[in-house]
């Protein structure tokens, strides 16, 4: 191969593998510091410890491809919590876990009406939504803890198959779903047409609006399975927790190539930036760096991945080269954009 050649693998790799390959290198970086971090111990750990934002981070998938954005996702984390362990306490825990499921839908469903019907900013909308969920999630808790005893949630936040987590297979089986349904199926197809781009995509006879607003659906009824996981593990839910989880959900999808701008991204990029986020939460933790400092880089790397993902689409301009025309007998000279004048 020619060094031309190597020069535009070496592009073609970095551009669609870059988040793998900067995995691998990470991954070696720790190991090197830590003996102990490839341990069936430490990483069942991090799975189950990531599950809930990996769950979520599958839904927001959805959300950014679809050209979205959705910032609710916390307090819908938080209310499901919270729901779920109040009805549980007195009710059936298949009660709870359904209600806690349609309250997610229905933020979802809120969500996306007002952003494709009234017209309101994503960012203001689940901004908003998000204000308001965590402010009912305090009303109804009384701003307590509310504990909760159930096989069923305990189960699913805290049991265990032989040595593996069942959150940790149900956040498998989730993205693998996630990814055939976004890969494979017509709805994803609209989904990444809609992002790429709207009026093209409802002029060829796509309901624009309601796969949009199925997208935030998708988004927070996953928020809330992921708070019926969190009740399980802690045994508790409150209206507190949760603060800014919305960041590592986003984060996870923006590190991994998952385009802000809509139209472009996979759901296996999704998991190799939440395996990223993931390692590197475990190496701070295990290296005892500041917990300031670990918002800083994590601030930092959620900025570049959004500097790369605009740079990689800004329009590339040719460059200006002279041309003769000959215009009613007279020769002028002129700029058009191209190669080298002829």
Same mark, same amino acid.
Not at 49 to 61: E, N, P
Not at 69 to 84: E, P
Not at 116 to 129: A, D, E, R, S
């Given at each position: 191969m020619t060094a031309a050649g190597t020069l535009r693998l070496g592009r073609v790799v970095g551009r669609d593998y870059g988040i793998l390959v900067a995995l691998a290198a990470f991954l070696i970086v720790v190991q090197t510091q830590n003996d102990t971090f490839f341990t069936q111990t430490n990483l069942l750990n991090i799975g189950q410890?990531?599950?809930?934002?990996?769950?979520?981070?599958?839904?927001?998938?959805f959300v950014l491809v679809g050209g979205g954005? #959705?910032?609710?996702?916390?307090?819908?984390?938080?209310?499901? @919590?919270? !729901?779920?362990a109040g009805i549980g306490a007195h009710h059936s825990a298949a009660l709870a876990f359904a209600a806690a499921l349609a309250m997610? @839908?229905?933020?979802?469903?809120?969500?996306?009406? !007002?952003?494709?019907?009234?017209?309101?900013?994503?960012?203001?909308?689940?901004?908003?939504?998000g204000q308001m969920i965590r402010g009912f999630a305090l009303v109804y808790s009384g701003a307590n803890i509310l504990p909760l005893e159930s096989h069923f949630f305990t189960t699913l936040g805290d049991g265990h198959v032989?040595?593996?987590?069942?959150?940790?297979?149900?956040?498998?089986?989730?993205?693998?779903?996630?990814?055939?349904?976004?890969?494979?199926?017509?709805?994803?197809?609209?989904?990444?047409?809609?992002?790429?781009?709207?009026?093209?995509?409802?002029?060829?006879?796509?309901?624009? #609006?309601?796969?949009?607003t199925s997208t935030y659906v998708l988004s927070s009824t996953c928020a809330a399975f992921a708070g019926c996981i969190y009740v399980g593990r802690l045994g508790s839910g409150q209206a507190s927790i949760g603060q800014g989880i919305e960041f590592d959900v986003i984060a996870a999808a923006l590190i991994g190539g998952i385009s802000i701008m809509g139209g472009a991204g996979a759901m296996w990029r999704t998991a190799a930036g939440l395996a990223l986020l993931a390692v590197l939460q475990n190496f701070f933790n295990q290296t005892n760096v500041n917990g300031f400092w670990q918002s800083v880089v994590k601030g930092g790397i959620i900025v570049g991945a959004v500097a790369i993902d605009s740079f990689s689409k800004?329009?590339?301009?040719?460059?200006?080269?002279?041309v003769v025309q000959d215009v009613g007998g007279r020769l002028w000279r002129r700029p058009q954009r191209g190669g080298p004048a002829a």
């Open positions: 410890q990531w599950s809930s934002v990996g769950i979520m981070a599958v839904g927001m998938t954005f #959705d910032l609710s996702v916390g307090a819908v984390y938080a209310f499901s @919590a919270t !729901l779920a997610g @839908a229905g933020v979802g469903l809120v969500n996306g009406l !007002l952003i494709t019907k009234v017209n309101v900013n994503p960012f203001i909308t689940t901004l908003g939504t032989g040595a593996v987590p069942v959150s940790f297979i149900i956040l498998v089986v989730v993205f693998a779903v996630g990814a055939v349904v976004l890969a494979r199926s017509v709805y994803g197809r609209w989904v990444y047409a809609i992002g790429g781009n709207d009026e093209a995509s409802y002029l060829s006879g796509i309901r624009t #609006d309601a796969v949009r800004r329009p590339r301009k040719r460059p200006l080269r002279m």
